[in-house]
């Protein structure tokens, strides 16, 4: 199975992060960011500590927003932390949900794509690397069991859901549990007559 890019992916806010999120950094600069043309790095992370703040102030687990919002609690933090882009019909729910977020915030959150990316520096961060970790260490055998099940194919991290949550032992200790819900893409046969954009041959 792939790895969750989305919920490794937060480069460009990890300097800003709060003690009880789940901080990398902790000091501006520590994490150099990768440039973007179309993306101003030190906007996103400054606009990521405003929503940090307005989630703090609202008094918001990542469980609670999900549900005002009526998304997954992982997709929650992607929005908070500029990985996923806000849609019109949940705008308007997260600006009651945080009633200090300026409008400012929530129409740029409307109008810019995300760069969605990686920067290995947060396989550094003992959390996030053992969640690297285990799907690497399992990596095969999901792949043999998806093949099994589904086919010669790959799960898809677009048309894709996470959540997270945690259950409880059988004595009594906390456990984390991660689902990944991806829709199966298969590999298709790439048969001449099907391909519509051929090449040119001088």
Do not use: W
């Not at 996923?84 to 019909?89: C, E, F, N, Q, R």
Request: glycine share 6%; aromatic share 8%.
């Amino acid at each position: 199975m792939m790895m969750c890019r989305s919920f490794l992916c937060a480069k460009r806010a990890c300097s800003f992060f709060h003690q009880n999120e789940f901080s990398y950094a902790g000091k501006i600069g520590t994490v150099t960011s990768r440039g973007y043309a179309s993306i101003n790095a030190t906007d996103q992370a400054e606009r990521t500590k405003r929503l940090l703040d307005a989630k703090a102030k609202a008094g918001l687990t990542y469980d609670a927003l999900a549900s005002k919002l009526g998304v997954t609690n992982t997709y929650a933090a992607q929005l908070i932390l500029g990985q996923a882009k806000l849609s019109p019909d949940i705008a308007e729910k997260l600006q009651d949900a945080l009633p200090t977020l300026s409008q400012h915030d929530v129409q740029d959150m409307q109008a810019i794509f995300p760069m969605r990316s990686f920067d290995s520096e947060l396989l550094k961060e003992p959390n996030i690397y053992r969640t690297y970790e285990a799907i690497t260490h399992y990596g095969e055998a999901i792949k043999s069991i998806i093949n099994e099940q589904c086919g010669d194919g790959i799960m898809s991290a677009i048309d894709f859901y996470c959540d997270v949550g945690t259950t409880s032992g059988k004595n009594g200790e906390k456990r984390v549990v991660i689902t990944f819900n991806g829709k199966f893409l298969p590999h298709i046969v790439q048969k001449d007559e099907d391909n519509t954009a051929k090449s040119p041959r001088d």
